[in-house]
Antibody, heavy 119, light 108 residues
Framework: QVQLQESGPGLVKPSETLSLTCTVS????????WGWIRQPPGKGLEWIGY???????SYNPSLKSRVSISVDPSNNQFSLKLPSVTATDTAVYFC?????????????WGQGILVTVSS | EIVLTQSPGTLSLSPGERATLSCRAS???????LAWYQQKPGRAPRLLIY???RRATGIPDRFSGSGSGTDFTLSISRLEAEDFAVYYC?????????FGPGTKVEIK
């Protein structure tokens, strides 16, 4: 069974870059799509973007100018970078596998990592 | 960009009752592009339904999805204690994903 684990700093200063990595185990990043979703405290889910193992990406238009997702097949990881963060970027960040069989959805999720933007 | 509206915001029910959750879209789309998730406090979302009506692996058959066009429904036939949670619908189209605001199913 595929497992995902987010890693990265839990505290980022305003105007700095949020950088997270998702490590995939029990499967390979090759051949699949991988995504990031975030959830501000007490609020709903917001899709950030996804990447295909080949490098093709799609981003939420509201974040497109800032966000960058990359994939590293050699380490079975994919990563998120969000520069120039503000307090509104404080959220739990989830990585997930996107599937396209019979629909378009996220079937396996990481446990999530809380990132707080504060000085 | 499609906007999803979920109703009600909160549903207060007792164990054993039937729950009916609505997800309405601002534009019509094929059911293939609609999914439902369950989320409990402090946990990651769990895929329940994809393609509007297909249960994900390991999901009990008391969960069912239906609908087409702009109106989709998640039904839970008989609520069990573990079903009290927040439920989100999700749309995919034009390479973009959108989540609804969620419906909280709470114990009455």
């Amino acid at each position: 069974q595929v497992q995902l684990q987010e890693s990265g700093p839990g505290l980022v200063k305003p105007s700095e870059t949020l950088s997270l990595t998702c490590t995939v185990s029990g499967g390979s990043v090759s051949g699949d799509y991988w995504g990031w979703i975030r959830q501000p405290p007490g609020k709903g889910l917001e899709w950030i973007g996804y990447i295909y193992y080949s490098g093709t990406t799609s981003y939420n238009p509201s974040l497109k100018s800032r966000v960058s997702i990359s994939v590293d097949p050699s380490n079975n990881q994919f990563s998120l970078k969000l520069p120039s963060v503000t307090a509104t970027d404080t959220a739990v960040y989830f990585c997930a596998r996107r599937r396209t069989n019979g629909g378009n959805y996220f079937d396996f999720w990481g446990q999530g990592i809380l990132v707080t933007v504060s000085s | 960009e499609i906007v999803l509206t979920q109703s009600p915001g909160t549903l207060s029910l007792s164990p054993g009752e039937r729950a009916t959750l609505s997800c309405r879209a601002s534009q019509s789309f094929a059911g293939t592009y609609l999914a439902w998730y369950q989320q409990k406090p402090g946990r990651a979302p769990r895929l329940l339904i994809y393609g509007a009506s297909r249960r994900a692996t390991g999901i009990p058959d008391r969960f069912s999805g239906s609908g087409s066009g702009t109106d989709f429904t998640l039904s839970i036939s008989r609520l069990e204690a573990e079903d009290f949670a927040v439920y989100y619908c999700q749309h995919y189209g034009n390479s973009l994903f959108t989540f609804g605001p969620g419906t909280k199913v709470e114990i009455k």
